[in-house]
């Protein structure tokens, strides 16, 4: 039995006491317009049964999740990851995915817009120079001071602890134990996807390129001329805007053609194909399938 399960033991017979000490006043708590009514920020413990998925809720902001117990399936990225317990992992905003339990897992996922800074002397943006592009890794294992805060933040979620600023603090503090606990690759090679020298503008290409059909029009959308925007881009994301964001929208597509359950046409409809044959020719173009033959090869 690992630590972090002896400390989640502790905690459930704790609760179980009579004489526990539980949140006063939990319906004011509930009435305060800063209590989280949604899990679309902050913190949320999720318990989900063997063969059950999540998918996001919303896809405008970050997540952190945390695979606290058992084993699950991540897709993502048009790839597919098998995760056991103790490993964290980041999903930027806008991206499509969806994770499925290989056997009874618990997860706490934490929704957020911007990352915090660590401090004045280690911002996001700056580690950038600790990234190697052959190497590094999307996840990280749960570290014992990172499993006492999940194991305290299970205790406050079951408690009915969803005030906005205590979620923010608790944000917080996460991005400090990050700072003092992990190395600085490790940290860089986590949050890879997002790093670049401009945090901010790469925020808000990817809150908004799924409403662009081009290039011109994600510029217009992030308030830029189109020459700006493509020298700003080159800069962040080390790539032609085009060519990125060509790929962005094949990797959607990819995962929408794998979900059986999601009818071509909506696909059409959300990508702005101007007729399902159209939308067979870009397939054929950029995955040498139809539609309809990469959905068949794909769920044999």
Not at 8 to 22: A, D, G, H, T
Not at 49 to 77: A, D, M, R, T, W
Request: aromatic share 16%; with cysteine; net charge positive.
């Amino acid at each position: 039995m690992t630590i972090f399960n002896k400390e989640i033991l502790f905690l459930q017979k704790i609760n179980r006491k009579v004489e526990i000490m539980s949140v006063f006043y939990l319906d004011e708590h509930r009435s305060c317009s800063n209590y989280i009514s949604d899990y679309n920020i902050g913190f949320k413990n999720c318990i989900i049964k063997q063969g059950e998925f999540i998918v996001p809720s919303n896809k405008e902001y970050h997540c952190l999740f945390f695979l606290i117990s058992g084993q699950v399936k991540l897709f993502y990225e048009s790839q597919t990851y098998d995760l056991k317990k103790d490993t964290v992992w980041f999903i930027p905003m806008s991206s499509d995915y969806k994770i499925s339990a290989n056997t009874d897992a618990t997860l706490i996922m934490n929704y957020f817009n911007k990352p915090i800074d660590f401090c004045e002397k280690t911002a996001l943006e700056n580690l950038s120079i600790f990234l190697d592009q052959k190497s590094y890794s999307f996840m990280l294992h749960i570290n014992k001071p990172l499993k006492k805060f999940l194991s305290t933040m299970i205790f406050y979620l079951n408690e009915g602890v969803f005030c906005k600023h205590f979620h923010e603090i608790k944000q917080k503090e996460l991005f400090y134990l990050l700072r003092y606990y992990y190395t600085k690759r490790e940290l860089a090679g986590l949050f890879a996807t997002i790093i670049s020298k401009n945090l901010d503008f790469k925020n808000i290409v990817l809150a908004n390129y799924l409403n662009a059909s081009s290039v011109k029009e994600l510029a217009q959308i992030c308030n830029y001329s189109l020459s700006s925007f493509n020298r700003i881009f080159k800069k962040n994301f080390q790539e032609n805007p085009y060519i990125w964001l060509q790929n962005q929208k094949i990797k959607y597509i990819i995962g929408k053609l794998s979900d059986k359950n999601i009818p071509l046409g909506q696909i059409v409809d959300e990508f702005r194909f101007s007729s399902p044959s159209h939308f067979t020719i870009f397939c054929k173009k950029h995955l040498n399938l139809t539609p309809s033959q990469f959905r068949k090869q794909h769920i044999k």
